[in-house]
């Protein structure tokens, strides 16, 4: 069976988690919120940057400035710009796959397009980038996936989720969708998160991009 594989961007495609998280934890830590970048990774990776400012409202009790948004949007990009790089095997796993691929992302088309062209993959997915922005609830919600999949003209029980948080693997799997959990990040170690991402809602959990044709197919 053909399936559509939709492709988380950041962490999956492109290693931006580390430098990503960096800024934000040093933004937070600026705007009165004591938190390490361990804790920020294991707290925001996959949510918008909207859900980021409610969560830290409702846990640190901290209300941050009406620019967080656009500020973090503006700094991200240039960080990324200088620092961010493709996963190994991208275009050699999306080369193996025998259906189509999308990227659904909790960030706006722009960072997609920003850290995709960056880093030279933007091509395998031109037109086919979908954003949380496009949706009224972003991840754990399923609202995204089934966008994306819905504008693909693919049903839900034909999809498979790359995915590398959490709450990505949530919004898969109230969507209907086969989920791969993946560790290949620079921000993931295999050994201590494989659990962590099985327990989220991954079918299974992977580690070396070019593996995925091979794994797809036998979904």
């Known amino acids: 069976m053909t399936m ?28 009165g919120v004591d938190i390490s970048v361990a804790e920020t990774e294991a707290t925001f990776i996959g949510l918008s940057l909207d859900s980021c400012a409610k969560l830290v409202g409702t846990r640190y009790g901290v209300q941050l400035p009406d620019d967080f948004v656009p500020e973090i949007r503006r700094m991200t990009a240039e960080v ?66 089934l966008h994306a999949a819905d504008q693909c003209g693919v049903a839900p029980d034909r999809c498979v989720v790359v995915e590398d948080s959490p709450f990505g693997l949530q919004a898969a799997q109230a969507a209907g969708m086969r989920a791969l959990g993946f560790t290949g990040g620079g921000h993931r170690d295999h050994g201590r998160d494989r659990q962590m991402l099985i327990d989220a809602g991954a079918d299974l959990v992977f580690q070396r991009m070019i593996d995925l044709p091979s794994l797809v197919q036998a979904m």
């Open 4 to 31: 559509l594989v939709i492709f988380d961007c950041d962490g999956v495609l492109v290693d931006s988690e580390g430098p990503a998280n960096r800024l934000l934890t040093r933004y937070l830590n600026d705007h």
């Open 80 to 145: 990324l710009a200088r620092e961010v790089t493709a996963i190994a095997g991208v275009r050699e796993a999306v080369a193996g796959l025998q259906g189509p691929t999308c990227v659904a992302s909790s960030g706006e088309v722009a960072k997609m397009q920003l850290t995709l062209g960056t880093t030279g993959i933007l091509d395998l997915f031109e037109g086919r980038l979908y954003s949380a922005t496009m949706v009224r609830r972003g991840k754990p919600a399923p609202d995204l996936f």
